[in-house]
């Protein structure tokens, strides 16, 4: 369209006018002598002005439009109507379900209890944000008939690319490899475990959620309680609690990040003052690829064989702890899911997704003790990789940027709460 502008008429004769003319430098009495030539001048130098004015901005016009405009994505998110209140935030003041406190149960069956009934309620939390669909419910068993689990998983939505919020329910024989590992990483274990006569029982719920918009944070948390018995026998040798939380941005915004950090840290609080100092160090010890020099996000808090206090004690821990992931996370979703992007923000979250299934992959416990159990659900154990990743060579964010800024951040460890 610019091609077709034409400079208005009078600029035009302007223009004419202004091109090189020779003057006599001699009086004109009828043209009203010196005084009238220097105004005839100082027009037609105005003009040329007019005429260069006009010129560049039409060459800035043609620039701007011949300038490839980078396309902004995610424009389904821009309909989504935000919640004005999240399901199961308020769950510090919400009665407490009948197995918080129903001491005539068995553990493992309260705790049973407590990851169906945690995986419902953030199920419930997750839909409130999300249009376009619901989480498919898959139930499956075992083959051997020693447990089952409820696999609760969402792909392509509109605001979750992938997200798994998945329970299990399953004991069986311990094989030498758990044996080993568990040996190798707790020496009360090792003492205690002397023989490889050994089954297990375990109850857990584990999450990761992948959002769309590469500026929602990635999270991540399980909890689990693990028993350890003698072949033959029905009371433990061994019990302990393990979990946590820890969140993985492409994008920092520090605070999301310090609200993540804190909501967990008051729910440590209540229970031991020491706990978040400890889990935090042992999350930012735990999610490390080691390999590339940073952790695999910006932290939260990470234990395993906890039995520092009674079952009770720690039971409760878990409780609270468990549902502030849901008060610490859904909102920072919220808050960020219909902010607009384009393919360069998407790029750089498809590599950190990337280094997001190395760790998993590479040194996830978790996924190495699942893949190791005879007759393990593949599909759910690798629930936890993204639906998409991008590996690109020798990527090398700019100096300075959003995204080196990221890195920056996840090569060393920082303090988020008070």
């Given amino acids: 369209m610019f091609a077709r502008m034409r400079i208005p008429q009078t600029a035009g004769r302007l223009a004419r006018a202004a091109r090189p003319r020779l003057y006599s430098t001699k009086p004109n009495p009828q043209a009203g002598g010196p005084g009238l030539r220097k105004a005839e001048i100082a027009v037609f130098s105005l003009a040329g002005v007019l005429v260069g004015t006009l010129a560049q901005q039409i060459r800035n016009r043609r620039t701007q439009a011949e300038a490839p405009v980078e396309k902004a994505l995610g424009s389904e998110l821009s309909e989504v109507k935000v919640p004005v209140s999240i399901p199961y935030t308020d769950y510090e003041t919400s009665p407490k379900p009948d197995y918080y406190s129903d001491t005539s149960r068995p553990m493992h069956e309260r705790m049973e209890s407590f990851v169906l009934d945690l995986q419902d309620r953030l199920v419930t939390a997750l839909e409130s944000l999300e249009p376009s669909k619901k989480f498919l419910r898959d139930r499956w068993e075992r083959e051997d008939g020693k447990g089952y689990g409820i696999s609760c998983v969402i792909q392509d939505g509109t605001v979750f690319e992938k997200a798994g919020v998945n329970v299990s329910v399953i004991s069986g024989k311990l094989t030498p490899g758990q044996l080993q590992s568990m040996r190798a990483r707790n020496p009360k274990t090792a003492q205690t475990l002397t023989s490889d006569d050994y089954e297990f029982r375990v109850a857990g719920v584990s999450v990761v959620i992948h959002p769309r918009n590469p500026y929602a944070p990635t999270a991540h948390k399980n909890y689990r309680r693990f028993e350890v018995y003698k072949k033959g026998s029905d009371t433990p040798v061994m019990a302990w ?165 990221l890195l920056q951040t996840v090569r060393k460890t920082s303090e988020w709460a008070h």
């Avoid at 720690?314 to 960020?336: C, E, M, Q, T, W």
């Fill in 241 to 405: 609690f393990g979990g946590g939380a820890d969140l993985t941005p492409a994008y920092l915004f520090e605070d999301d990040v310090k609200y993540f950090h804190q909501t967990l840290k008051d729910a440590c609080d209540k229970h031991d003052p020491t706990y978040y100092a400890r889990f935090k160090k042992w999350c930012d010890t735990y999610f490390t690829n080691i390999h590339r020099n940073e952790t695999r996000g910006v932290g939260g808090i990470f234990f395993d064989d906890l039995e520092d206090k009674s079952p009770e004690e720690l039971f409760h821990f878990a409780y609270d702890s468990g549902n502030s992931f849901i008060k610490a996370y859904v909102p920072l979703v919220a808050k960020r899911m219909t902010m607009p992007y384009t393919q360069r923000e998407r790029d750089w979250q498809l590599i950190r997704r990337g280094h997001y299934a190395e760790f998993n992959l590479v040194y996830d416990r978790g996924t190495k003790f699942g893949l190791m159990t005879p007759g393990a659900r593949i599909e759910s154990i690798l629930m936890s990789l993204p639906l998409t990743a991008r590996w690109e060579y020798m990527n090398k964010p700019e100096p300075g940027s959003p995204e080196d800024k």
